[in-house]
């Protein structure tokens, strides 16, 4: 095992000083990562207390490196020559701002804020009991908006907007919002249709199970391989909530298995190899650097959903997958003819539960909390009235109200645990997703063709070079505009939903 | 999640503030530990450089945290009243002068070696060639002479005596070399004798397989719940060396399973469930302070071996673990008969490998290593010269030379990785297994009979009040003084195997 930081030769500029002290905290970061991911997969429940101070433990010596006064003297001594650089010190100096602008106390009231108000939702929420978590929710939106004061204060702002940037910097609510009430707009009239088309279609013909859950794990890993993932820099296991953690050169990720079910796993699995091969394929030579990091919470997304929802279920791989699930599956065959699969897996339904939601109106249910959230912080909308205005808000968007607080304000984890200003990033990224799926179309030859044989390397090479070997050089929207020739573009998105819901 | 420290109310007095300065750093410890065992259970091999990096970090870390100057003030400062807290600030003072013993460059230095030669040495054994490991070994004792003679500066200890103080404090060369003496005089007349009266008994039936993996994991798990593991705070995985892992409150074990070996995997998870509960046992509210941990490596090993040795290699359990065994994987019955796994598992055998000796015959493959890393710290023996010593020691100890160096001195990892002192432990834990043992059976009535139902209880409850309990309160000896009413006596090892192997 080698040392962090060479002793011999002290690194000469402020610069690669600086560098040394980020890949410190990064390392760190990565401890917390792995810790993560086992109190997900594998810890057990007595564990829990201990690893809650392990991690606060380290998320507070990260906190301590970063804010350290000889940062802010080395931050304002560098100079960066180079575009990586350059971007990477800026990043820098955007980490120690933020960092710094926040109190020391609030960090930790925060925290422990979040972690109470977590812990009495899960009781709320299975309860279905929303006076429950109220008060500890309202102590969480109150100590939300102090952070976002300190935040704007720093970065010049508005409060929610600086929230939003800890999850993807350079997007606001300005430049969300009219990308979302064309949505409104485009759904009110969308859904009706897509229901009728979908209403004189044949009806899916069900998969039948069990599914034994040893040929799920066997081809979880295998279709996780032909994405491509390799499974000496990653593993694949089982949680409660799936998802990818770990870090780039040891990427975890996770998934459900039920006997009854198929499609949970796989296509979970599926959705998760695309967040790790982003990982994977962050720039080696600025591992531990900020500006080796993913691009942000909206470019992770797209990454999982260009994977899950633009490849996977595409007509061409649809047909490669319905001829290796009547293989490793057998039953009816018409069952897993691709057609019948894509009735399954592209069926456009109604429904309370965000997780649980079609690409067609999962944008509904984004929008719906980003405006609450906003009023949240704004101060707009009291906690108190949260379930009334989610109904209604839910009404105007999807035409039903929701029969209970758990399958209405109570469903999500986000904001019981602080996070305010991440939603919008699920839904940036679905249109990020088919804008990238578009210009890989056009720039690499036979990339359906491919997905048809199960190969999915024409497009992730081409993701590879345009979005994860980018790192965090580019924003947002330059790294679309690099990728794509423009910034985030919602048409194509909507074009993609025309030509799979709206097309006779 | 909770911080680390509270904030409100900062500790009053210098004890205090040492407390929380002690378990900050027994938190990175804890951290260190999960990601070590992950290292060994779980990570995929691409993980191992970035794993290298994040525990460089972490002991580096920590490593600042015991030698700041302030750590200095506080500890010149503080005072304790009360037995528990005398002793740990006497361990805090004794943490922080072995700390800051060792120049910076010295520690890095070491790492690096034992690194580079722990990688070369498994190219040497799986070659069997000593000289292409000899120059790293070299190294890494110049640098562990180094670390021995700086230790010795500060702690007035001979240098190889401050070495074991790493291991097992308070115990020194001086301690251990006439109770190997004696051992050695006792073996050689006890050695032909014990194989002489095992001739004359029937042959052990071999146990015939295959057992299947999922049979004997199931087996294990229960074997290790019957001992007193309790899940919800422990996990039983597999690594190719098994081991202990992990912390007081999520204790992991690992072994390893063949279809051939019912034996190995299984005494296996019994050893380490010995570790796990002396781990799992030790008193939480000492929980991260020096005081709370356990007593050393000699006593942690007692605590494996009088689980494995003492008491499930006993007739009383044998009976019950026959008809278990002979239940959970049918075959021939006279082969599970207790007195026929007695001769299996009791049985004793020359050979070269210490990790497979029987337990009359392992405390020789002790003794050998005992003199030659004496004599490499002191410099009396060079590393060019190690092959021959080795050989002729081991062939005056059990009257045998190697073949060859991977059955000689390249067969473990522990000099390679710079571990010296470390290997009394094994002998001294095995000695203390046999006193206690003699003492918890005077103790406690009836524990014979319930080790015959299964039942460890009467055991483990008393070994949790004697030993686990006591923490780091007492130092090797005076734990066994109090436990036993006399400080290590060889004599109660030796009549335990007078009655098992001298015994006609």
């Given amino acids: 095992m080698s040392t962090a930081a060479p002793s011999t030769a002290a690194p000469s500029t402020a610069y690669e000083r600086l560098k040394t002290r980020f890949a410190r905290i990064a390392t760190l970061g990565e401890a917390q990562a792995m810790l993560h991911w086992d109190a997900a997969a594998m810890m057990p429940p007595g564990g829990a207390e201990s690893r809650g101070e392990q991690l606060a433990t380290l998320a507070g ?3 301590e490196l970063l804010v350290a006064p000889v940062m802010a003297e080395e931050l304002a001594a560098a100079t960066a020559e180079g575009e990586w650089d350059a971007a990477n010190l800026e990043l820098m100096r955007h980490a120690h701002a933020r960092a710094t602008a926040l109190p020391g106390a609030l960090v930790e009231a925060t925290a422990r804020a979040n972690a109470a108000c977590e812990t009495v939702w899960r009781e709320a929420r299975a309860a279905s009991d929303f006076a429950r978590v109220q008060p500890y929710l309202a102590e969480v939106v109150r100590l939300q908006r102090e952070n976002a004061a300190a935040l704007s204060a720093a970065t010049g702002l508005a409060p929610y907007d600086a929230l939003m940037e800890g999850y993807q910097r350079g997007i606001g609510a300005a430049d969300v919002a009219p990308i979302f009430a064309a949505y409104e707009t485009f759904l009110a009239e969308a859904l009706p249709r897509a229901e009728e088309i979908q209403a004189r279609r044949p009806a899916p013909i069900a998969l039948r199970g069990p599914f034994p859950v040893p040929a799920q794990k066997a081809l979880c890993h295998e279709m996780a391989g032909r994405v491509g ?87 061409a791989f649809l047909g490669f997958l319905g001829g290796r699930l009547a293989e490793g599956f057998g039953g009816e065959t018409a069952a897993y003819a691709p057609e019948n699969l894509a009735r399954l897996w592209r069926r456009v339904e109604r429904g309370f539960i965000r997780v649980d939601a079609d690409e067609l109106t999962y944008p509904a249910h984004v929008i719906l909390r980003f405006r609450l959230e906003q009023a949240l912080i704004g101060g707009e909308l009291a906690v108190a009235d949260l379930p009334g205005a989610w109904n209604e808000g839910f009404s105007r968007l999807l035409g039903m109200g929701p029969p209970d607080d758990a399958r209405g304000c109570l469903q999500d984890i986000h904001w019981h645990d602080g996070a305010f200003g991440y939603f919008p990033s699920y839904t940036l990224g679905a249109m990020a997703a088919a804008q990238l799926m578009r210009a890989a179309r056009a720039a690499v030859p036979g990339l359906d063709e491919a997905l048809a044989k199960g190969d999915f390397a024409p497009l992730t090479g081409w993701l590879r070079e345009k979005v994860h070997g980018q790192g965090s050089r580019l924003g947002f929207q330059d790294l679309l505009r690099a990728a794509t020739g423009k910034p985030l573009d919602p048409s194509d998105f909507m074009a993609h939903l025309n030509d799979r819901y709206l097309t006779d």
Same sequence: chains 1, 2.
């Fill in 229 to 315: 993932l390799d499974f000496a820099h990653a593993r694949l296991d089982e949680s409660l909530h799936p998802f990818c953690g770990g870090i780039p050169t040891d990427v975890r990720i996770t998934t459900r298995y039920t006997e009854e079910s198929l499609a949970q796993a796989l296509l979970g699995v599926l959705h998760e190899t695309g967040h790790a091969l982003y990982e994977r394929g962050l720039p080696a030579h600025h591992a531990r650097q900020p500006v080796g990091e993913a691009a942000g919470m909206a470019a992770h997304e797209s990454q999982s959903l260009i994977i899950e929802m633009q490849a996977a279920r595409s007509d």
């Fill in 61 to 63: 010596l990260s906190h």
